[in-house]
C-alpha cells in the first residue's frame, strides 16, 4: 500500500510538473486558473490547448506500456519479456506509415491513429489465429515474433519506395515517439481503447499468481489459460496499439519499469500490474519534462529519450539475469 501511495504522490508531482514547466514558466495556482478557465489568456491557451493534451497522453501512453509489460512479464513468467513481443505496435506503427505514404493522414487530424488502431487490431487476428485458441506460451511467442517481422519489413518496404522525402521524413520522425503537437482529440480517440485494455488486463491478477506455480497447478485451481491468454491479447493490443497510434514507438517502458518495481512487490504479478501502470505514467511523464527543458528549441523526441534511459538499463537486467542463472 506504501508503494501504491509513494507512486501516486509522484504521479501527482511529475503531472503539476508538466503543466507548468515549458518556455513559459507558469506557477501551479496560475496553472489550476487557466485550467477552469479564468486567468491570463495566454496562460489558458497554453494549458488546454498545449500542455494538458500533452501530459494527459504522457501519462496514459506510460499506464498502457507499463501495465501490459508487466502482464506480459507474469503470463510468459519472464522478465525480458515486453508488450512489443506480440507485434501490435509494430502493426499499428506499420498502419501509421501507410497512412502518412499514402496520404490518408491528410484527410482529417485522426486518419493516422485510427489507421494505427485498425493495423493493431489485425494483428491481434492473426496472432490468434497463428497462435491458435490452445496455443502454448511458445506458439505465442513465435508468432508475435512473425507478425512484427513483417510489420517491420513493410514498414522498411514502404520507405524505400516512397517517392517522397518529406514523406519519409515525416514517417521517420513520427516513428521516433512524440507527445508534442497532440490536442483534446487525441486523448478522446485513445482514452476509451486504452480503458478497455486496462480493464481487461487488470483482470488478470488473480490468474497471474496462479501461474507463478506452473501452469498444471493453476490448471488444477480452476483458471482457464484460454481466457488468460485471450484477455492479455486482447488487453494489451487495445493498451499498446493505442498509445502507438497517438504517440509513435515508444520502447523500454514495459520492459524497464516491472523490473525496477518487481522486487518492491515481493514479486507478485498481481500487485506488479498496478504498480507498473502508475510506475510507467510516472516514468513517461518525466521523459517528457526532460525533452521539453534539455533541448527546447531542437525538438528532441520523446522514443530517443526512452531509448537512451532504457537501453542502459536494459543491459545492466540481461547481466543481472545472467549472473543469476546456474
Known amino acids: 500500500m506504501k508503494l ?88 499499428a506503427a506499420l498502419g501509421a506509415v501507410i497512412a502518412l505514404q499514402t496520404g490518408i493522414a491528410a484527410l482529417f487530424m485522426l486518419a493516422l491513429p485510427l489507421m494505427a488502431l485498425l493495423f493493431a487490431l489485425v494483428a491481434v487476428c492473426l496472432i490468434l489465429l497463428l497462435a491458435g485458441p490452445r496455443g502454448a506460451s511458445l506458439t505465442l511467442i513465435l508468432a508475435g515474433i512473425a507478425i512484427s517481422a513483417l510489420a517491420g519489413a513493410l514498414t522498411s518496404l514502404v520507405l524505400n519506395l516512397s517517392p517522397n522525402p518529406y514523406a519519409a521524413s515525416e514517417i521517420i520522425f513520427w516513428m521516433m515517439g512524440s507527445v508534442a503537437d497532440r490536442s483534446m482529440d487525441h486523448v478522446t480517440l485513445a482514452l476509451p481503447v486504452m480503458a478497455l485494455g486496462w480493464a481487461l488486463l487488470a483482470t488478470l491478477g488473480r490468474g497471474l499468481d496462479a501461474l507463478t506455480l506452473g501452469e498444471d497447478a493453476a490448471q488444477a485451481l480452476g483458471l482457464s489459460l484460454r481466457s488468460l491468454r485471450l484477455r492479455l491479447l486482447i488487453g494489451t493490443a487495445a493498451a499498446v496499439g493505442a498509445a502507438t497510434a497517438v504517440a509513435g514507438a515508444v520502447g523500454f517502458v514495459g520492459l524497464i519499469v516491472p523490473h525496477l518495481l518487481r522486487r518492491l512487490t515481493a514479486g507478485r504479478p498481481s500487485a506488479l500490474l498496478w504498480a507498473s501502470t502508475l510506475g510507467g505514467a510516472a516514468m513517461v511523464l518525466a521523459a517528457d519534462i526532460t525533452v521539453r527543458l534539455v533541448l527546447p528549441t531542437r525538438d528532441l523526441k520523446l522514443g530517443v529519450v526512452m531509448a537512451l534511459i532504457g537501453a542502459p538499463l536494459f543491459l545492466h537486467l540481461i547481466f543481472k539475469t545472467r549472473k543469476e542463472l546456474p
Open 4 to 91: 501504491i501511495f509513494g507512486l501516486l504522490a509522484l504521479l501527482v508531482a511529475l503531472f503539476t510538473a508538466s503543466l507548468c514547466l515549458g518556455s513559459v514558466g507558469i506557477t501551479p495556482l496560475k496553472a489550476l486558473a487557466a485550467l477552469v478557465g479564468t486567468g491570463d489568456r495566454l496562460h489558458v491557451m497554453i494549458l488546454q490547448d498545449i500542455r494538458l493534451p500533452r501530459a494527459l497522453l504522457a501519462a496514459m501512453v506510460g499506464a498502457s506500456l507499463g501495465l501490459s509489460g508487466a502482464a506480459m512479464q507474469g503470463y510468459l513468467r519472464n522478465p525480458l519479456a515486453e508488450p512489443g513481443l506480440i507485434g501490435v505496435s509494430g502493426a
